[in-house]
Structures are given as structure tokens and as C-alpha cells.
């Protein structure tokens, strides 16, 4: 909870003779809050931010430690600590029985200049929608409220549950890469290069468990699954590629390989996931989730996944496999890969970290014959060299203390625990609606009646506090079904479940008259 902060008169700023500017410290630390980040640091980056904007002028005299503290209700040696690192960086500078000056920025009155805005003429502008390649942000995608946390009922796919997250143990791997030896291993510029200990722990730890044995050389890093999708794209598809994809399917891999050519085919899907037809055989490539359908969570059996190798092979086809999320299938064994099945290096696999972890994390992986990930690397290294080495090694550590196996067990028995209570809740509160909801899932794919507009649901919903996703973001074409929702519930505590898929009945109610 934030503090609105109340300072007396007295605690102004003095500035030079003739200057008219004076700080309020209620208004320098209005964000200041005794939750969150530490209470020194919060100090020292407000008041950072003051000078450098110039809302604290040179000379300006600060209050007293003892005063400060009494207006932030903090102990005295925090400000102390937060002035004197202050000092140590050149900001402030301490005079003896006087207090804490600002200290004088060489160079902030043309800084200021050069920042701020000159006049310019709209009529000489640029027409960006003319020189424009593409539109991006005309594309169907996933919308999600960015207030979500507010909500008591968030029943959104792959947000971030701090209940769920391995704080402690992240920390001591955060801590370790930070060490001073690791740091010697990391901080160098690896060029187009990753982690050689994240590559290892991924052999390791991760790809064992989804039958794939791969050499180092045919393993690359990338900003989360998003980045490997479009790299992917990149290297191999142009405007002549035919490319298809699962319909319903993952909006942002259809956006991506749309960017590249306009030959993106929908291939319909059932409770097996993606049918095997003879339509297949036209495409040059194929995206495909086989492990958790996306979004109808739907896992691919076996005879399928072989069925589908055999058509690759014989119409000379390659295939993306996007392996999201099955660390927490139950029995892993007996759903391995597709790439597991794959003798002639045709699949191209995807897999992520932040998936389990945290959708902040982004990192992600591509494993592909050394050929092609020596590409990708040279492709990569045009966009951003490589991500942060910092956090690979962090991730490295995490994977090698066997924390990484232990999270997907807890979470495993989490979202077991939630999807179980939807099933119930569902049937119970919704019995007009289907649902498909996979084993080892985070969320469910739900239809409605017929005649059911999920997006005027979504919205009633939202006003009881419920949050959902429309599914027709998930299909092609301009007229896609509107009578499906996606309800993930990673984000949403146990507890809450049974009450939200309530309050959503009552909207739902409240549609039909």
C-alpha cells in the first residue's frame, strides 16, 4: 500500500538565491511504499530520479535523516545508509553541521537542453503508414487486462502465480551467478554463443524427460518460445512457403509465419489434436502442439505423432514442434515427443523455461540439426547476439541443484489440485457448457451453446470480477465460432475457483434473461 506523505513547511527544499523551484517531499516520494522492493533502495531511486529530472536542483538542501525517516516512517539508519550511498555515486555530497546537499551535475544544463523537445512541424512529418511493411498490431491476438491482479477471479492462461513460484530457491541461483567467479564466466560477450553449462543442464535435466538426445551443436537459446517461433520463420519460410497450422491453434505462431508468406493454411483438430489428412501432404511446413493441443489442451497419441512422421517424410515436409508446458504431464514417458520419434532430423522442436517458471524469465531453446542452429545463431546474433548470459547461468544453477525438478513436481500437484475443483465447479455451476481439460494442463478450453457470445460473457463477466478469454482469437478466418472461452488457472488461487466459475454462471444467467 502506498503512502501519501505529508511534509511541513519547513521540509522544502532550499535552492540558490533567485531560483523560484522548491520540492515538496510529499510529492518526491508519493510512490514510496513499505511493501515490494526495499525501503533504501526505494529512497535512493526516487531521489535519483528527482535529480536527474531536475525536480531537485543543484544545491538543494536535503532533510534530515531523522527528519526523512519520520516522514517515511522508516528507521533513521536506512535513510542514513540511502544518503550515504548517495554520496558515494555523486549525487549528494555531505557538509560538515550543514546536512546533504544535490550536488551539481557537470554537463545537466545542456543534457536538459538536448532532452527536451524542440517545436516541430506535423505538416513535414513523415507518412509512417506509407512507409510502413507491415502492420503487426492489426493482427487477431490474445488481449489480456494488464490490471489483472486486481481481479478476484483472473481465470487467465500463463500468468504468473507468486504462491507457485520458487522464490527461496530462485534466489540462492540469482545469488550464485552473481558471485564473483561466476560473474567472470558470464559477463564476457559471447558473441552469437550461449551458456555452455545452461546447454549442459538441459541435456541433462530437461530433454531426457521428453526422449530427445541432442549434442550441443544442435542446441540454441532463445528470448522464450516467441523468439525461436520467429527465428524459425526467418531462416526458412518466404513468400512462397505453404505453412500449416492447428485450427483452432496458437494465434501468435499463425501471426508470426503470416509476417513471412500469405500461404498459412488451418488444419482442423479433434480429441487426438491435429488430424492426419492427405491436405497435409501441400504444406512445406507444419506447426503442430502435440504434447497440450493449443488451446484444447488435447494430447496427440502415439500412432498419430508416427502417421504424421511418415507423411513429413514422404512429402518432404518440416515440421515445428511447440512442446509447451508437457513437463507436467504425469506420465511423461508414455507421451514423449515427437522429435523423440524423428530419425531424420524433420522436426524442429521448441520447448521453454518460462512456461513452468515464470512468463517473465523468457528463455526458451531450439533443438535442430547443428546445420540449422548454426544459422539461427547467425541470425540471432543481428538481433540481439544472444540473451542475458546473467540469467542463463542463474537458470543453469537452478536446473543443476535439482530445484527445476522439484518445482514442476510441486506445481505439477498444484495445478492438479485446481484443475480437479474446475472439473467440479464447471459441471456443477455450467452443466450447458462442454470442457476439454488435458492432464498436466493450466487451463481449459470451454463451449458454449451455439448461439453464446463469448466476448458479451467476457464482458458481463468482468464486471462480477471474472476474468476470461474468448476463443475466437484461436481460429482462422473471418468468421470464427464465438461461443468458445479459454479459462487458465495458474493464476487464480484454489480457493477462488468454485466462487468465480460461480460468479460466471451468474453472467452467463444474466445473458440468457
Not at 540462492?172 to 564476457?188: K, P, T
Not at 488430424?275 to 497419441?301: F, K, N, R
Request: charged share 25%; proline share 6%; net charge neutral.
Amino acid at each position: 500500500m502506498e503512502h501519501g506523505i505529508s511534509a511541513p513547511p519547513n521540509f522544502e527544499a532550499v535552492t540558490p538565491a533567485g531560483s523560484e523551484e522548491t520540492v515538496i517531499w510529499d510529492s518526491l516520494f508519493r510512490k514510496f511504499s513499505h511493501g515490494g522492493r526495499s525501503l533504501q533502495v526505494q529512497i535512493r531511486q526516487m531521489i535519483v530520479a528527482a535529480i536527474e529530472e531536475r525536480r531537485l536542483p543543484a544545491a538543494a538542501r536535503m532533510p534530515s535523516s531523522r527528519d526523512l525517516a519520520a516522514i517515511l516512517g522508516v528507521a533513521r539508519n536506512t535513510v542514513v545508509l540511502a544518503y550515504q550511498q548517495l554520496v558515494d555515486k555523486g549525487f549528494l555530497e555531505s557538509r560538515e553541521r550543514s546536512g546533504y546537499f544535490v550536488r551539481g551535475i557537470a554537463g545537466s544544463d545542456r543534457r536538459e537542453s538536448a532532452l527536451r523537445p524542440s517545436p516541430s512541424d506535423h505538416r513535414d512529418s513523415p507518412d509512417w503508414s506509407e512507409r510502413f511493411t507491415m502492420r503487426p498490431s492489426a493482427r487477431r491476438n490474445i488481449v489480456k487486462t494488464k490490471e489483472w491482479l486486481s481481479y478476484p477471479y483472473p481465470f487467465l492462461y500463463g500468468q504468473f502465480d507468486p504462491g507457485l513460484f520458487p522464490t527461496n530457491d530462485w534466489r540462492e541461483c540469482a545469488r550464485g551467478a552473481s558471485s564473483v567467479l561466476e560473474i567472470h564466466n558470464w559477463a564476457r560477450d559471447l558473441v552469437d554463443g550461449d551458456d555452455p553449462e545452461l546447454i549442459d543442464q538441459l541435456r541433462l535435466h530437461v530433454l531426457p524427460r521428453r526422449g530427445i538426445w541432442a549434442s550441443p551443436d544442435e542446441i540454441i537459446v532463445t528470448i522464450g518460445a516467441q523468439q525461436a517461433l520467429y527465428l524459425l520463420a526467418r531462416l526458412l519460410m518466404n513468400s512462397g512457403s505453404v505453412v500449416g497450422v492447428e485450427d483452432p491453434g496458437y494465434p501468435d505462431a499463425r501471426n508470426i509465419f503470416s509476417i513471412m508468406t500469405d500461404h498459412v493454411c488451418g488444419m482442423p483438430v479433434d480429441q487426438g489434436g491435429l488430424i492426419i489428412s492427405e491436405s497435409l501432404g501441400a504444406c512445406d511446413y507444419l506447426y503442430v502442439t502435440p504434447g497440450h493441443q493449443c488451446p484444447t489442451t488435447v494430447t496427440m497419441p502415439v500412432e498419430r505423432r508416427k502417421a504424421l512422421l511418415n507423411i513429413a517424410s514422404q512429402r518432404d515436409m518440416v515440421i515445428i514442434e511447440d512442446d509447451y508446458e508437457t513437463e507436467l504431464l504425469p506420465n511423461t514417458r508414455e507421451t514423449p515427443s515427437l522429435k523423440s520419434f524423428d530419425q531424420a532430423g524433420r522436426v524442429l522442436y521448441v520447448g521453454s523455461l518460462s512456461k513452468v517458471l515464470a512468463p517473465g524469465l523468457r528463455l526458451g531453446y531450439i533443438i535442430a540439426p547443428s546445420e540449422v542452429v548454426r544459422e539461427l545463431r547467425a541470425l540471432r546474433r543481428l538481433m540481439l547476439r544472444h540473451p542475458p548470459s546473467n540469467n542463463q547461468r542463474a537458470a543453469a544453477l537452478f536446473l543443476g541443484l535439482g530445484h527445476y525438478k522439484a518445482h514442476t513436481r510441486r506445481l505439477g500437484t498444484s495445478l492438479s489440485s485446481r484443475a480437479a475443483q474446475l472439473d467440479v465447479a464447471l459441471k456443477r455451476h455450467l452443466p450447458e457448457f462442454s470442457f476439454l481439460l488435458g492432464e498436466g494442463v493450466s487451463s481449459c478450453w470451454l463451449k458454449g451453446p451455439d448461439d453464446l457470445d463469448g466476448n458479451a460473457l467476457a464482458a458481463e463477466a468482468q464486471k462480477l470480477g471474472v476474468l476470461v478469454e474468448t476463443g475466437e482469437v484461436f481460429f482462422m478466418g473471418d468468421h470464427a465460432p464465438k461461443n468458445y472461452l479459454r479459462l487458465g488457472f495458474a493464476s487464480i488461487p484454489l480457493e477462488r475457483i468454485e466462487p468465480g466459475i460461480a460468479a460466471l454462471a451468474t453472467a452467463y444467467r444474466g445473458l440468457r434473461g
